[in-house]
């Protein structure tokens, strides 16, 4: 009798053991079916990038059906140049860059990378040739090197070194006891939000993507680091097509163009000193930025 209850035992937990493997798998699917916002299109083609040109044309987009949030956004990012976005809080500055990268796909509208409409490209090719410098970057609980080394598995020490001096946290790690072995995230060292920036900036100069997506962080930065960061900025995006989202209008002020988008809506566009002879909503939002840091200077300096 024993001789049989071990093995029905046994297979009394194997099958619990698949059971509870296939709930699992179950809920992954859930997960990913839900987490699945866009799917490649039926016989999808592979993005080709020969100069990077970005088209958004007439965009319109909601998150949910009744509450539209962009209305028939229009501009373009010439190969190799610089447009940063502007304007209020919830204008919508951060869709435009999700819908770049296609963790959406627009309402209406298209955007078109080289002239290929991005919805019928893999969104693998996609994001290869997309690098994203986020808000707020989330480092792994692993190295530095590690952290860096994501941009391009397999990069060796010295090019993960050189993209960290482009980005200038090369000196800030050299510093730390380990070095690039130094194990940072929510587990390890606690990087400040421009650091962490940097780490991001030279992960997305060792993937070298032709296309840059800049979510410039919102967090206050005195006037040093915010001069670091736009020089880093600029190292970043040299001769890369850039979007950047901008929050200061320091950081826009040598773009090629400045798209002021209001409540979803383009409803200026120009250089920074065309804006400025304009003396419309740009002009505006420069005077109050000018006149907050002018506050702020005296404690500052
Ligand atoms: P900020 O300067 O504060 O970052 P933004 O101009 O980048 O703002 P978006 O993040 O693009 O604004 O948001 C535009 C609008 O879309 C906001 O009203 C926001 O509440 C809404 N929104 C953003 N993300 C989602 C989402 N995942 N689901 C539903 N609504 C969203």
Redesign the pocket.
Known sequence: MIQLYIPLNFLGVIYREIKQALTDLDKMFNLLEREREVADAPGAAELRVSDGAVRFESVDFA??PARP?LHGVSFEIPAGRTVAVV?A???????LARLLYRFYDVSGGRITIDGQDIRGVTQQSLRRAIGIVPQDTVLFNDSVEFNIAYGRPGASRAEVEAAARSAHIHDFIAATPQGYETVVGERGLKLSGGEKQRVAIARTLLKNPAILIFDEA?SALDSANERAIQAELKSAAQGKTALV?A?RLSTVVDAHEIVV?DHGRVVERGAHAELLARDGRYAEMWRLQQAARDADEPADA
């Open positions: 998150y949910d949030i304007g809080s919830g204008a919508g500055k951060s869709t919102t989202i929050h988008l």
